[in-house]
Structures are given as structure tokens and as C-alpha cells.
């Protein structure tokens, strides 16, 4: 299907302008990865801040293969992966980390919404800034959002420098997947992170097909339930907030499935730009499982 012929484009790219002031810091256990104080997969992160962020410079869809044809060519091919820097999950992983030119999934397992959880997003954010600044084949990145959530304070809190990414705003899902397969075929990028519901198997093996030929790492974030439906995708991992005594950010993260690897589960902690294991012990126990009766009735 030729999705570029049959819709109009009603997205946007959005250009990020200059940083905002540095604000005060707020404990870890009142924040939900990043965010404003409207959007769910934001959190309370500013929720001290008097006004909403500033909304970014926008320009039509249309622009895209424009924009994405002004990077410069990202240097080697698409192979290899990219480690979280965590010996325990890295050696896990049969790729050494997170590979290359190949599609992950990741839910959110406090929400069945459509891609909105806060830990999810926050997940897929410090992963995204670990391609962009990849001593090898670091690059730009793209997020396309069928929200105007993200903000760049909250980015670069999370270690993604917004001058590296560019946003794409896809409020209908058929433009969002048209955008998340244009930027992933585009090999000047290191990755792709796209918020979609609805992904059917057909449609993740296209993706799954074009971060091959871009060798870029494609993340799609999805409702959990949908974790219950088979997927084309290479890992697919369930994030769920950690309370933590400090400013550091902590995760539960889970490897529900993944293409020769066994399940996994480990207690991230991202502080500042480095990552560290926080608990060793497996969280399969604490996470709700996933289940197919409630996947199929949210579809039909």
C-alpha cells in the first residue's frame, strides 16, 4: 500500500528553538521521565513551572523527505548495536546491546493507552539519546508524536540533546506510519521512535523491513496489551516507574521477548548521563501480565 498516495499529510515537523533556563531539580519519585503539566507520557516534571513550555516552530509533513535529506550521510553501514553500558544486560542480549536496523517495541505497563505512559517515554528518550551520541555512527534522531507533547527541557533531561532530534507531529495513525517508514529507510539517522497504536504484524514487518535497509534503529511505543497480538519486532520490552531515594531516574524494565534471547528483568538507573543497575533482582513478579482476551476486545 502506498501510503505517501493516499493521505494528505496532515502532520507537522517541528524545530526545536534554544534551550530553557535550568530549573530547579524535583524528586525523582514526583517525576514521570519528562514533560508539562497537561500530557500523561510527560509527567509532573515542570510541574512547578508557571506557564506551560514554549510550543516549537512547525512546518508541513510534506517537508520531511526535504529535512531528512539535509543530514549528512551517517558514516559505515547499519550493523552493530548500541550497549546500555551494563555488563548484566548487554551480555544478556545476543547483539551485545541494542541492535541496529531493527524494529523494538516498548509499553508502558501503567497505561492501555495509546503510547502515552510517562515511563515508557522516558525509556525510549535515554535510549534514543545513547544512538544519537554513539561514538560510531552516532546522528540525528527522529520522534514522531500524534501528540504536542515533548518538550526540550524534558529531553535534555533525559540526555537527548534536542538540537539532534527532529520532531514529527502525526495525529492520525496511517501519517505516523508513513513518517516512521520514510525516517527509517533515511541512512543519515542513528534512530527512529514513533508513538502508534493499532500496529498490525503486517505493518511491523514493513517496519521491521526498512530499518533494515536504513540500519537504523526503529523504536516503536505501543499500548501493552498489543504485547498479546505477534509482532515482526526484534525485542519488545514492558518500562514501569522505580521509586528512587535520589534525583536519579529508575525504570523496571523488562525484556518480555526477544528474537534468541531468554526473558529478562532489571532495575535501570539513569543518572545524569550514565547508566547503572540499581537492583539485579527479576521483576517478572511485579509487572501485570499481558493478556490476549483484553488485547482483542481493545481491537475490535
Given at each position: ?248 531516574r529508575r525504570w523496571n524494565v523488562e525484556l518480555f521477548r ?43
Amino acid at each position: 500500500m502506498n501510503l505517501q498516495a493516499s493521505t494528505g499529510f496532515p502532520a507537522i515537523i517541528r524545530a526545536f528553538p534554544p534551550p530553557a533556563p535550568a530549573m530547579a531539580p524535583i524528586p525523582a519519585h514526583r517525576q514521570e521521565m519528562f514533560g508539562t503539566l497537561r500530557n500523561p507520557l510527560l509527567g509532573k516534571h515542570f510541574m512547578n513551572m508557571p506557564s506551560p513550555p514554549r510550543r516549537p516552530a512547525s512546518t508541513t509533513v510534506q517537508e520531511l523527505k526535504a529535512r531528512l535529506a539535509s543530514f549528512a550521510a551517517r558514516p559505515g553501514s547499519g550493523d552493530g548495536s548500541v550497549g546500555f553500558g551494563i555488563k548484566a544486560i548487554d551480555a544478556h542480549l545476543p547483539w551485545g546491546g541494542i541492535p541496529r536496523g531493527a524494529l523494538h517495541e516498548i509499553a508502558g505497563v501503567e497505561t492501555d493507552g495509546p503510547a502515552q505512559d510517562g515511563a515508557a517515554g522516558g525509556f525510549a528518550a535515554a535510549l534514543l539519546a545513547r544512538f544519537a551520541k554513539d561514538a560510531a555512527k552516532g546522528g540525528p534522531v527522529v520522534w514522531i508524536a500524534r501528540r504536542p507533547n515533548l518538550t526540550q527541557a524534558g529531553l535534555a533531561a533525559l540526555g537527548l540533546d534536542p538540537a539532534r532530534l527532529l520532531l514529527v507531529d502525526a495525529p492520525k495513525r496511517i501519517d505516523a506510519l508513513w513518517a516512521f517508514e520514510e525516517a527509517l529507510r533515511c541512512r543519515s539517522l542513528a534512530a527512529v521512535a514513533a508513538e502508534i497504536d493499532g500496529v498490525e504484524l503486517v505493518q511491523t514487518r514493513r517496519l521491521q523491513l526498512a530499518a533494515e535497509l536504513g540500519g537504523t534503529a526503529a523504536f516503536l511505543l505501543r499500548p501493552q496489551a498489543e504485547f498479546a497480538e505477534p509482532s515482526a519486532a526484534r525485542t519488545r520490552w514492558r518500562v514501569a516507574g522505580a521509586p528512587s531515594p535520589t534525583q536519579a531516574r529508575r525504570w523496571n524494565v523488562e525484556l518480555f521477548r526477544a528474537q534468541n534471547a531468554a526473558p529478562g528483568a532489571w532495575t535501570l538507573e539513569l543518572a545524569g548521563q550514565n547508566w547503572s543497575l540499581a537492583d539485579d533482582e527479576t521483576l517478572h513478579r511485579d509487572l501485570p501480565a499481558v493478556s490476549a482476551d483484553r488485547s482483542r476486545r481493545k481491537a475490535g
